[in-house]
């Protein structure tokens, strides 16, 4: 993928959380600032998303720790380098988790 590639598949995936958090009725705070997401929820707690143009990659700090996504093409998703879990199932368990209730991003 060429980095003009990227920078729109990336930003265009920002914005698909954003609207998922703001669609998924849970008491989620969100602020975009800079290609960086911010979470906050009741509790305190926050998760981040971010761009990451020189690895390509999107990257996620939550409270269980610090994970990267690269796109694969042939899934057309955003897919854990160690796990192969697709992003917006991992951020669900995350988002879950944090927020202490079962919330499903899609």
């Known amino acids: 993928m060429n980095e003009a590639d990227y920078h729109r598949k990336a930003g265009e995936t920002l914005?698909?959380?954003?609207?998922?958090?703001?669609?998924?009725?849970?008491?989620?705070?969100?602020?975009m600032s800079n290609d960086i997401l911010t979470?906050?929820?009741?509790?305190?707690?926050?998760?981040i998303v971010n761009k990451q143009?020189?690895?390509?990659?999107?990257?996620?700090?939550?409270?269980?720790?610090g994970f990267h996504y690269s796109y694969d093409a042939a899934t057309q998703a955003w897919r854990n380098d160690q796990t192969g879990v697709e992003l917006f199932a991992?951020?669900?368990?995350l988002v879950s988790s944090q927020s202490g209730e079962v919330i499903r991003l899609a």
């Not at 979470?39 to 998760?47: D, P, Q, R």
């Open 15 to 31: 914005q698909a959380i954003e609207a998922a958090v703001e669609h998924c009725g849970a008491d989620i705070d969100f602020e």
């Open 90 to 93: 991992d951020l669900s368990a």
């Open 53 to 65: 143009g020189a690895a390509r990659q999107l990257w996620v700090a939550a409270r269980a720790g």
């Open 39 to 47: 979470l906050e929820f009741a509790n305190g707690s926050k998760i």
